[in-house]
């Protein structure tokens, strides 16, 4: 087989259940005249797994498995079908691409299940250290597709499993200490009745009034590691984050609006939602103005309110050319302070007080990080 990494699953049961709707559930796979059919264990609960890949490379496994006890021997084949792939794209948002066959291996494509057994071990995908032929921006996948049982049916809901590539991400950040960011959008962005707005941070410490991203709202880190969302003269108790940052720990905060509705992720996960006034327009956007300590990394504005899963698979990078970016300021020793979305906007640096004289950019530290942490 040919392309492996990270893991996506696929399929329901709904078959599966229809087939065993009449066996008494204490005999489910101690009987071989019933209803059979070959599946891949675990597609229809888990469509995408995902395999974490560092500099040793990484490993995941699948198994094929029968519904019952197999009357005869069943032949089972793998294969890789890119349009698996596409099809889950299409369906979820993503934009996975299959990974080059010589970044992975399994470590069968055939097997064989013997008359009265429901499996035969499992099928490993060993997947080699990635180099820098791979952009680190691009999130890539192997779908693998049972696509033979000779001797037995096969369960289409549950036949197709995808890997999915996490890599572990050696990168730079920016430390910001003096100085602010600043971008004005001309035109303003307007007329977005949905948005979503990320970043991540890393703060020295926690002090009253600590600001944070401020375009055409303000959030703030309070004295008590509280992180606020402030719209106009509104001071909503309820529009806060539950999680308290804490200093020296990296914090990757989404906000999510949909009409008024906005979702707060931190490292991926939901953690509160509120209403707020209309925030529909984006003229501008502020980074602190002076009033941030701490390390700053991929700040992006997204045209979408992004889904769980969109957030949490791309929470450590973004590929630039994803057409739903409104703005994108990786902040990395590589770019630099520059928006690279496919139409970017020129990023300001200014010392506190001092917006008419630019900060001289040779003097900020960029800092080596690797996520995960």
């Not at 701490?294 to 504005?301: F, H, Y």
């Not at 640096?349 to 942490?373: G, L, N």
């Amino acid at each position: 087989m040919k392309h492996i990494f990270q893991t996506l699953g696929i399929a329901s049961l709904t078959c599966f259940a229809w087939s065993c709707a009449n066996v008494d559930y204490d005999k489910v796979n101690e009987e071989n005249d019933l209803p059979n059919a070959v599946y891949i264990d675990g597609a229809a609960e888990s469509p995408v797994t995902k395999i974490m890949v560092n500099e040793n490379g990484g490993h995941g496994t699948l198994t094929a498995r029968a519904a019952n006890l197999l009357s005869g021997d069943v032949n089972v084949k793998f294969a890789i079908d890119e349009q698996v792939l596409a099809a889950y794209n299409e369906a979820n948002g993503t934009a996975y691409q299959m990974l080059p066959a010589k970044y992975y291996s399994l470590s069968k494509e055939t097997l064989t299940i013997g008359a009265n057994e429901v499996s035969n071990g499992a099928v490993d995908v060993t997947i080699k250290p990635l180099d820098n032929e791979l952009s680190a921006a691009v999130k890539y996948a192997i779908p693998v597709k049972l696509v033979a049982a000779e001797g037995s049916n096969i369960l289409a809901s549950s036949a197709t499993k995808i890997f999915a590539i996490d890599r572990v991400l050696n990168t730079t950040v920016m430390r910001q200490d003096g100085f602010y960011l600043k971008v004005n959008f001309t035109p303003a962005f307007q007329d977005l009745q949905e948005w979503t707005l990320s970043y991540g941070m890393n703060i020295d410490s926690n002090f009253d009034n600590q600001s944070v991203l401020s375009p055409d709202f303000y959030s703030r880190i309070t004295r008590d590691g509280g992180l606020q969302m402030k719209v106009g003269e509104t001071d909503d108790p309820k529009a806060f984050a539950k999680t308290k940052l804490q200093p020296k720990k990296w914090y990757h905060v989404a906000w999510v609006y949909n009409r008024q509705h906005v979702k707060c992720y931190i490292n991926g996960i939901l953690d509160n939602e509120f209403d707020v006034p209309k925030v529909e327009t984006f003229s501008k956007m502020n980074m602190s103005w002076g009033a941030f300590k701490g390390l700053v990394r991929e700040i992006r504005l997204y045209n979408k309110a992004q889904s769980a899963f969109q957030i949490l698979d791309n929470l450590y990078i973004e590929n630039p050319e994803n057409p739903d970016l409104l703005f994108y300021a990786p902040l990395t020793k590589e770019y630099g302070v520059k928006d690279i979305c496919k139409n970017p906007h020129v990023i300001h640096t200014y010392a506190p007080e001092q917006e008419v004289i630019e900060y001289d950019q040779s003097k900020i530290k960029w800092i080596d990080q690797k996520f995960p942490e």
